[in-house]
């Protein structure tokens, strides 16, 4: 059984501290809590599925208006937390696949999608630094594999409205991957 992540994206720095708090005396859950360009938060739950299912229930109540979105991925890709955590060291070879969404909670959720549709390795997923509250996840792999992700993590986003733009490189010249470093 994998661990769970809740995530829970707000519009206030002050209200992403109430919230972490409500989230941890509701279940036994592990808590980040992350500022994110302009002026949000990210907190992030993790622990078993039902906790956490829990603590961003109450999170969300807790919340309130300043909530932007929430959501509960079970199973999680183990590929997703060290991602999330930086640029995760791999060959610069292959193609590159770039998802741009309107939300940080997007993003997270478009990489899980992307990583358990084909066999791809995600290299970074940006949470909204600098980005005007966006996300951003970067993944490589062959060209087949890497358009079979980012199509399959693309498709629900649209039907959100969460799509910014998406692109597959098949062969990145070697100062595009220099730059990801």
């Known amino acids: 059984m994998g661990i769970a992540l809740g995530l ?4 206030s720095l002050a209200r992403g501290l109430q919230v ?16 994110t360009c302009p002026g949000k938060s990210l907190i992030a ?8 299912q829990s603590a961003v229930a109450h999170g969300v109540t807790s919340g309130g208006v300043t909530v932007i979105a929430s959501l509960v991925l079970g199973n999680l890709h183990p590929g997703v937390w060290p991602a999330l955590a930086g640029v995760v060291p791999g060959e610069t070879k292959g193609a590159l696949g770039v998802i741009e969404t309107f939300s940080v909670t997007a993003a997270i959720k478009a990489a899980d999608t992307a990583a358990k549709a084909a066999i791809i390795e995600l290299r970074d997923i940006r949470p909204a630094y ?18 079979a992700a980012v199509d399959a993590a693309t498709l629900p986003l649209k039907e959100e409205g969460e799509l910014v733009d998406a692109v597959v490189i ?6 595009v991957w220099e730059q990801l470093a």
Do not use: N
Not at 8 to 11: A, P, T
């Open 130 to 147: 600098g980005l005007g509250g966006k996300g951003v996840v970067i993944l490589t792999g062959s060209v087949g594999a890497v358009q």
């Open 20 to 35: 972490a708090d409500s989230c941890l005396k509701a279940a036994p859950v592990t808590v980040k809590i992350r500022t």
């Open 170 to 175: 098949p062969s990145p010249h070697p100062e």
């Open 8 to 11: 829970i994206e707000l519009k």
């Open 45 to 52: 739950v993790s622990g078993e599925i039902s906790a956490v």
